[in-house]
């Protein structure tokens, strides 16, 4: 079975950062991909960003510039390190990981940016 945990979110003023950090623990873990993905009251589920096993990244255009995906694939761990925040990046962020197993989400990390 895989646990996939997020820490990190919290409630930051307008131009501040956070850095959100993913762990995913299980037998045999073979991680194809990492991702965020990020979800507003009344708005649907949309990709942040992705790392993949060739180190690829991806960014959704709303954070380009601003936010930062990493991974410590020893520690079978990804973080988000996010720049000059906006109101617009209040949303419940959740860890996706795409390993041989299948597809796994954490229980998300509740990000607020408000003055």
């Known amino acids: 079975q895989v646990q996939v945990v997020e820490s990190g979110g919290g409630l930051v003023q307008p131009g501040g950062s956070l850095r959100l950090s993913c762990a995913a623990s299980?037998?045999?873990?073979?991680?194809?991909?990492m991702s965020w993905y990020r979800q507003a009251p009344g708005k649907e589920r949309e990709l942040v960003a992705t790392i993949r096993i060739d180190k690829t990244v991806n960014y959704g255009d709303s954070v380009k510039g601003r936010f930062t995906i990493s991974r410590d694939i020893a520690k079978n761990a990804v973080y988000l390190q996010m720049n000059d925040l906006k109101p617009e990046d209040t949303a419940i962020y959740y860890c996706?990981?795409?390993?041989?197993?299948?597809?796994?989400w954490g229980q998300g990390t509740q990000v607020t940016v408000s003055s």
């Open positions: 996706n990981i795409h390993s041989r197993v299948g597809i796994h």
């Open positions: 299980g037998r045999s873990l073979s991680i194809y991909a």
